[in-house]
């Protein structure tokens, strides 16, 4: 470990192959991963968005529910991944799983990229993947958009990584454009615009993030302003202009959407200490860096996350928080590039050191992800304590429930159910483009209200449509009874169809 820093020219190959066989190592753990395709989170969300895709390119409608509205989730991502499930005829999951190895691979080589920006040493890329994965807290915990291994695992498939990866690439890109002093071409720029824009598309949490960090280096690259000032005017322009006539959703409208996006993320601003202090490993390598150079791009980065997350959680604005990677990841990168470049024999081994213990320490906390790939059942059992079981998926209802069929369903099962082409009566997301989202959640608590009666009921199914209803276990009244009917037995004016995991039960709406 002590031999992960020093020249790139005077490094030992098997020094450098060190950090680089540990990479692969946990890079080939994602692979396996993106074959089991844990299901977590949004993933019936993304699917679902392809899902409608494969039917119609042009005018898809919302994916969730049955109502002709844009998203912001038909991305120029989710658009090529539409398509290839339209031409090949192959299911969506197999394309997500398509697209988790694109957006891993653009992930990758953005990071290689990017960090041989900032240093020549063979084992800094290495050290940064490891570092962006594994330099964490001692909590666990997962997020689209946030780059632990457990996190990512759950979320490869998502386009906030694929916008990652990218982030990565325009930051590599700008640094490149404004190096030498000269600036880089017309081309270039307006390139580099363009890039921006599709980031912000595909994943707008993660395009505040890579304003962040194209601020960030455009700063530092100060000196090529004089000459380049028209392009990088001209690039951004552009890039608006892409924002702007984006055909699946109005970009701009996203900006009122906050007031409906708050509670959802008053969770990342809890636990800060217990999900990010091995971080300060990083942070201290940043503080090495403004030693050095108070105008470096990675302590700039840091300072504009601080400031714009901490802004967030001073005035209540939560979903403030997604723009934590802005904190941690030019921590995380400056950790990996400061130990690969250290200079004098004793420095550069106490620096490995420490960083290697703060990687052990990351890795073991996130090593439930393991349970992923091989199954919980051979787990050692300390490291099954760390795993959490994935969802179990609704592939049980789709014997009967076919595409473009309306579902009643409370939040959980909402969240999952349009993954396999069905409708639900409300979102199981927050949707800032829904006029009545805010009446159809209100529809469905009433539905599954024990004070519900029949005609309220059979009015709420008539106005939406509803075909089906899956009633959650322990529920009371008859549109979840599901320990007194069995199936093709009727409860009230639904009958049921078939059992599920967890006591849950497919109920028909009977006419």
Not at 114 to 121: F, G, M, P
Not at 160 to 167: E, Q
Not at 473 to 483: F, I, K, Q, T, V
């Amino acid at each position: 470990m002590a031999g992960w820093s020093g020249s790139a020219s005077g490094s030992r190959p098997s020094t450098v192959a060190v950090p680089w066989a540990v990479a692969v190592l946990v890079l080939f753990l994602l692979l396996l991963v993106v074959v089991r395709l844990p299901w977590a989170g949004d993933l019936g969300l993304h699917a679902a968005t392809v899902e409608r895709l494969r039917h119609s390119l042009t005018d898809p409608g919302n994916p969730l529910v049955d109502a002709d509205t844009p998203s912001p989730y038909y991305s120029p991502w989710t658009v090529v991944l539409g398509a290839v499930a339209k031409v090949s005829g192959a299911s969506v999951f197999v394309v997500l799983r398509l697209g988790a190895l694109a957006g891993l691979g653009l992930l990758v080589t953005g990071v290689w990229r990017y960090v041989r920006t900032l240093s020549a040493h063979r084992a800094a890329p290495a050290l940064a993947l490891l570092c962006l994965m594994l330099l964490w807290g001692t909590e666990v915990f997962a997020w689209s958009g946030f780059l632990g291994l457990n996190s990512l695992a759950l979320t490869v498939a998502y386009p906030s990584v694929l916008a990652l990866g990218l982030a990565f690439h325009l930051w590599a890109g700008l640094a490149s454009a404004a190096g030498g002093g000269g600036g880089g071409g017309w081309g270039e720029w307006l390139g580099l615009g363009v890039l921006w824009a599709v980031v912000l598309l595909c994943h707008q949490f993660t395009g505040v993030v890579a304003s962040l960090g194209a601020v960030a280096v455009l700063v530092a690259g100060r000196r090529v302003w004089p000459v380049a000032w028209v392009r990088i005017v001209g690039g951004v322009a552009l890039g608006a202009g892409v924002l702007w006539g984006w055909p699946y959703y109005d970009f701009f409208a996203l900006f009122g959407a906050g007031g409906g996006l708050e509670a959802v993320h008053r969770p990342l601003y809890e636990d800060v200490a217990g999900r990010y202090w091995l971080v300060l490993v990083g942070v201290v390598a940043l503080g090495v860096r403004w030693g050095r150079d108070r105008w470096d791009a990675l302590v700039l980065f840091f300072v504009l996350g601080v400031v714009l997350v901490g802004a967030g959680g001073v005035g209540g604005h939560w979903s403030w928080g997604r723009a934590l990677p802005a904190v941690v990841i030019p921590a995380q990168v400056a950790a990996a590039v400061e130990v690969a470049g250290a200079g004098r024999r004793g420095v550069r081994a106490g620096s490995a050191c420490v960083l290697a213990g703060a990687l052990a320490v990351g890795a073991w906390t996130q090593a439930g992800t393991v349970g992923y790939v091989v199954g919980r059942g051979v787990l050692p059992g300390a490291v099954e304590a760390k795993y959490r079981e994935p969802w179990k998926g609704y592939h049980w209802i789709t014997p009967w429930v076919r595409y473009g069929d309306v579902v009643m369903a409370r939040v959980r099962a909402a969240r999952q159910i349009p993954a396999y082409g069905a409708y639900t009566v409300a979102p199981g997301y927050p949707d800032f483009f829904l006029p009545d989202e805010e009446e159809r959640g209100q529809a469905v608590r009433r539905y599954f209200s024990d004070g519900a009666s029949d005609r309220e009921r059979r009015e709420v199914e008539r106005r939406y449509g509803v075909r089906w209803v899956v009633g959650e276990a322990g529920e009371e009244g008859e549109a979840g009874e599901e320990s007194e009917a069995g199936e093709g037995q009727s409860v009230g004016a639904l009958r049921a169809v078939v059992r599920g995991p967890g006591g849950q039960v497919l109920y028909a709406v009977v006419p």
